[in-house]
């Protein structure tokens, strides 16, 4: 009896292990079989010389050109606005607080990490409704609000992978480096922090690939559809994400729902090269500092 079950154990798992790589090359074929004929400089610019379409002479309406743009001004503020606080969170727990403060702080972060991205938008949502009602009564979504909501959702990625990094600098560079005179600030800033650099750049490709992939939070917060490019921090604006979520909605033809699935491709092959980048910087962490391959 227990032979048979250690069988039939033995047999669901293999199951298992083929039906979840078959799945998503089922997914991914479908995507690529649809969406790649469609991929050009049409899909992009819709017919507007692509100098024109970059600089602005010639707005863009029936492209992803506008997406694209906005979707890149997303991330940068993004990453802008979190990159500070959580490699310095990261930083303060490997090598400065107490270990109550790294329970605390530690729980607090998987909190954080564990949120859905639809309530943090919903914060942003009621964050404008209450400046408008108090202190600010012209107060409006726009691309900084969703930024700001992005940044506290990307927040544990980038503290996480800041803590391991250094956690995972060799101990006896630290003890070297107390040995030498340098205060456990110093030796964060100027020896763990260098060395830890390309772990922490793995962390900040992660970040980004979250920051382009989320639909949730933006949807509140100040994406729109055919916003053109936002002219400031203030505007409304597009995003790919939302793009492909609008198409598949709202679609009238066979055009429009290839230009979704283009659009499906595009965002796909961007967060392909983000998670290759953030490996590579991974593996060359670890054969530098811990001579693993």
Not at 28 to 34: A, E, H, K, S, T
Not at 99 to 121: C, E, T
Not at 134 to 141: D, Q, S, V
Not at 203 to 210: D, T
Request: glycine share 10%; charged share 15%; with cysteine.
């Amino acid at each position: 009896m227990r032979d048979a079950g250690f069988r039939c154990f033995q047999a669901a798992a293999r199951l298992s292990a083929v039906l979840v790589p078959a799945f998503v090359f089922i997914l991914l074929g479908y995507l690529l079989w649809r969406g790649l004929p469609v991929l050009g400089t049409k899909l992009l610019f819709a017919g507007v010389p692509p100098l024109d379409a970059v600089s602005g002479r010639v707005p863009v309406w029936d492209g992803l050109w506008p997406a694209c743009a906005g979707t890149f001004r997303l991330v940068l503020l993004t990453v802008a606005l979190a990159l500070f606080p959580g490699v310095g969170c990261g930083l303060y727990l490997a090598g400065l607080a107490t270990p109550r403060q790294k329970h605390v702080f530690g729980a607090a972060v998987d909190m954080l990490a564990g949120m859905p991205s639809i309530v943090m938008g919903l914060f942003g949502f009621m964050l404008i409704l209450f400046l408008r009602r108090t202190f600010f009564p012209g107060a409006n979504t726009g691309l900084l609000l969703a930024a700001s909501c992005l940044a506290l959702l990307v927040l544990p990625v980038l503290i996480v992978s800041t803590r391991e990094a250094v956690e995972s600098v060799p101990e006896t560079l630290k003890l070297a480096a107390a040995a030498l005179g340098m205060s456990r600030v110093q030796t964060l800033l100027r020896l763990c922090l260098p060395a830890a650099a390309p772990g922490i750049s793995g962390g900040v490709v992660l970040a980004v690939g979250r920051a382009a992939e989320d639909t949730a939070v933006i949807l509140f917060t100040g994406v729109v559809a055919d916003a053109g490019l936002a002219a400031g921090l203030l505007d409304k604006f597009e995003a790919l994400s939302f793009e492909i979520f609008y198409i598949s909605a709202q679609y009238q033809d066979q055009e429009e729902l290839l230009r979704g699935f283009g659009a499906a491709v595009f965002l796909l092959l961007v967060s392909c090269v983000l998670l290759l980048a953030a490996r590579v910087l991974e593996r060359a962490f670890h054969r530098r500092w811990q001579g693993k391959r």
